[in-house]
């Protein structure tokens, strides 16, 4: 047997003293925490390779725009049918679409930031076990979370959640509200 193995055997058959279900409530949110985390660092990679290669079509598409734009009327007419300047601009809408719907990822880890927050918040809040017994420091709790959320999503979900829906309730919510902006404004660039 490994002296780990040993070392867990007995931790489990002789409890350490300030072992509490609070502590291991606490663990718990700080790994979800953690794991929310090394997520958002891993998909910043991806993202920043995804910007750089962006950045890069649309330098390109503005570079072969101006070549084409000087393009002598004889150049013009050997491309025959093929209109570099509309091509461009179809390329430079496409590019601004894309961008717009890129803009899904720094809502993501806004929205990602502030779960982390409340995992961390609540996992020292349930350690103390005078404050977490007493509803007036849940409702200090929740003032100080609700404050945290800036997207509509956010509210909405922290608002149903508080005035007892469930879970599934509030994500059916957040779905349907999320097909209607899909259907009402697609195109266009929301701030946050």
């Known amino acids: 047997m490994l002296p780990n193995s040993i070392e867990i055997a007995n931790a489990e058959a002789a409890p350490l003293a300030d072992w509490t279900p609070e502590q291991q409530i606490a663990q718990m949110l700080e790994l979800c925490e953690a794991q929310v985390e090394s997520a958002t660092c891993e998909s910043d990679l991806a993202v920043d390779s ?4 962006f950045s890069g079509l649309a330098e390109t598409a503005r570079a072969m725009k101006a070549a084409a734009a000087k393009f002598t009327p004889e150049q013009r007419a050997a491309l025959g049918d093929l209109d570099l300047k509309k091509q461009m601009e179809a390329i430079e809408r496409q590019m601004t679409s894309a961008v717009v719907a890129f803009q899904f990822y720094d809502k993501l880890t806004q929205r990602l930031g502030h779960v982390r927050y409340s995992l961390s918040t609540l996992a020292l809040f349930v350690c103390d076990r005078a404050q977490a017994t007493q509803r007036e420091q849940w409702r200090r709790l929740f ?10 999503e956010e509210k909405q979900i922290f608002q149903m959640m508080v005035e007892g829906a469930s879970a599934d309730e509030a994500r059916d919510h957040i779905h349907q509200s999320t097909q209607t902006i899909r259907v009402g404004t697609a195109g266009d660039i929301e701030l946050f």
């Open 143 to 152: 003032t100080t979370l609700k404050r945290l959320y800036r997207t509509e």
């Open 50 to 53: 995804l910007v750089k290669a």
